[in-house]
């Protein structure tokens, strides 16, 4: 859907590392997302971006940053990641009124 | 900010009979109400949504129903199907962004 493409699809790292989330998209859509989801809690928003260089964030940002220096491509980037951000992280995509569409997600297990 | 409900967590129908699933918003603001289908491993896709200026929206076994007053909105299975089995999201937003999801519904369609 949407021509999203996150990468990488598994990664297991320590505590304490950065840690940098790739989504890429080919449809020129300009809103961009990253959820979080985790067990009981569904799809939480982290960050969203309405365009280059515009971000902002979501229900739970802490510990997250994002750049989108490219229409196609939104980074998430936890500078020193914890055991509490273990979870599967999604990316979407959606034009402007139009509904959102998933990446197939990112697993991130923190040791 | 948005808060969604979504009950029941866990339902369970005999294939053939129909679901029905219920989720409850806080933000009169909300306008935009997609759901969407999750199967184990995979991302979510959507399965059908609805604007807040109509009451009632279907697309063959799926409708969706909107109660603005009551500030909620119900998705409706009939004639379920084996392959309907998967977890279902509802989320809420104004304009199709910075989606809040619920917490999701486990359906189990028994054959």
């Not at chain 1, 979870?87 to 402007?96: D, I, L, M, Q």
């Not at chain 2, 997609?34 to 109509?54: A, C, F, H, M």
């Not at chain 2, 969706?64 to 999201?89: C, G, M, R, W």
Request: net charge neutral.
């Amino acid at each position: 859907d949407a021509g999203i493409t996150q990468s990488p699809r598994h990664k297991v790292t320590e505590t304490g590392t950065p840690v940098t989330l790739r989504c890429h998209q080919t449809e020129n859509h300009r809103y961009m997302y990253w959820y979080r989801q985790d067990p009981g809690h569904g799809l939480r928003l982290i960050h969203y971006s309405y365009g280059v260089k515009d971000t902002d964030k979501g229900e739970v940002s802490d510990g997250y940053s994002v750049s989108r220096s490219k229409t196609e491509d939104f980074l998430l980037t936890l500078e020193s990641a914890t055991s509490s951000q273990t979870s599967v992280y999604f990316c979407a995509t959606n034009r402007e009124g139009q509904p959102q569409h998933f990446g197939d997600g990112t697993r991130l297990s923190i040791l | 900010g948005e808060n969604v409900e979504q009950h029941p967590s866990t339902l369970s129908v005999q294939e053939g009979d129909s679901a029905v699933i219920k989720c409850t918003y806080s933000d009169s603001a909300s306008n935009y109400f997609p759901w969407y289908k999750q199967e184990l491993g995979k991302r979510p896709q959507l399965i059908i949504d609805i604007r807040s200026n109509v009451g009632e929206k279907k697309d063959q076994r799926i409708a969706v129903t909107l109660n603005k007053t009551a500030k909620h909105f119900s998705l409706h299975i009939t004639e379920t199907q084996p392959e309907d089995s998967a977890v279902y999201f509802c989320a809420a937003s104004t304009y199709g962004n910075k989606l809040v999801f619920g917490a999701g519904t486990i359906l189990r369609v028994k054959s």
